[in-house]
């Protein structure tokens, strides 16, 4: 599975974003899939998760109420809407899939990644 992911740019507080990505190779229709952060200097840390069939996600606490993640099977894609962007959501995210039905917030328990999409928030 090879992930893209897009979207990113420089935006100002208060902001909305959407990053998208979009899999080939194979459909990630049964996968898990979720988006990671990293920022300068800090360790790759989860953000969302989204089930296979949509039915349950998970967001950090950082995330939760601002961010929504969603996904479209039919066209092999996961997106994150990200709103009131902070200077401290500027990051690197990255998507990333699980090929389990097991749930997950670890960064090694995914296994395949995007290159990342920078995301930078100015205050």
């Known amino acids: 599975v090879q992930l893209q992911a897009s979207g990113g740019g420089l935006m100002q507080a208060g902001d909305s974003l959407r990053l998208s990505c979009v899999a080939s190779g194979r459909t990630i229709s049964r996968y898990i899939m979720a988006w990671f952060r990293q920022a300068p200097g800090k360790e790759r840390e989860f953000v969302a998760w989204?089930?296979?069939?949509?039915?349950?996600?998970y967001y950090s606490e950082s995330a939760k109420g601002r961010f929504t993640i969603s996904r479209d099977n039919s066209k092999n894609s996961v997106h994150l809407q990200m709103n009131s962007l902070k200077p401290e959501d500027t990051a690197v995210y990255y998507c990333?899939?699980?090929?389990?039905?097991?749930?997950?917030?670890?960064?090694?328990?995914?296994?395949?990644w995007g290159q990342g999409t920078l995301v930078t928030v100015s205050s």
């Open positions: 989204i089930r296979w069939n949509s039915d349950m996600t």
């Open positions: 990333a899939a699980r090929d389990s039905a097991f749930i997950s917030r670890a960064v090694n328990e995914y296994d395949y």
